[in-house]
Nanobody
Framework: QVQLVESGGGSVQAGGSLRLYCTASGNIHDSSCMAWFRQAPGKEREGVAAIDSDGSTMYADSVKGRFTISKDNAKNTLYLQMSSLKPEDTAMYYC?????????????????????WGQGTQVTVSS
């Protein structure tokens, strides 16, 4: 059984930065493709950033140039460095694992394609 635990969320002013962490435990492989999703109140969960087993990444257009996804296999930890935060970045952020290989022509993987999820960490950006 795989467990994902997110941390690092909080409240910041617009223009600020936060770093999110997702620690994985259980039978998770280095080849597991992982991602960050977010969900704002009243909205559907949307993909933010994904990283493949070979280190290739994919980002939502809304966060390109501001967010960076990375992972440390030795520590079983996924990161999301968020900079130049905007009020519209306010949401619950979720870590997901065991997703599909990233294919640019297919776009960002869907929620249903990830088998494991964390409980989320809240990010609130004030103007």
């Amino acid at each position: 059984q795989v467990q994902l635990v997110e941390s690092g969320g909080g409240s910041v002013q617009a223009g600020g930065s936060l770093r999110l962490y997702c620690t994985a435990s259980g039978n998770i492989h280095d080849s597991s493709c992982m991602a960050w999703f977010r969900q704002a109140p009243g909205k559907e969960r949307e993909g933010v950033a994904a990283i493949d087993s070979d280190g290739s990444t994919m980002y939502a257009d809304s966060v390109k140039g501001r967010f960076t996804i990375s992972k440390d296999n030795a520590k079983n930890t996924l990161y999301l460095q968020m900079s130049s935060l905007k009020p519209e970045d306010t949401a619950m952020y979720y870590c997901a694992a065991d997703g599909p290989k990233l294919r640019v022509w297919l776009g960002f993987p869907q929620v249903a394609e990830y088998n494991y999820w964390g409980q989320g960490t809240q990010v609130t950006v004030s103007s």
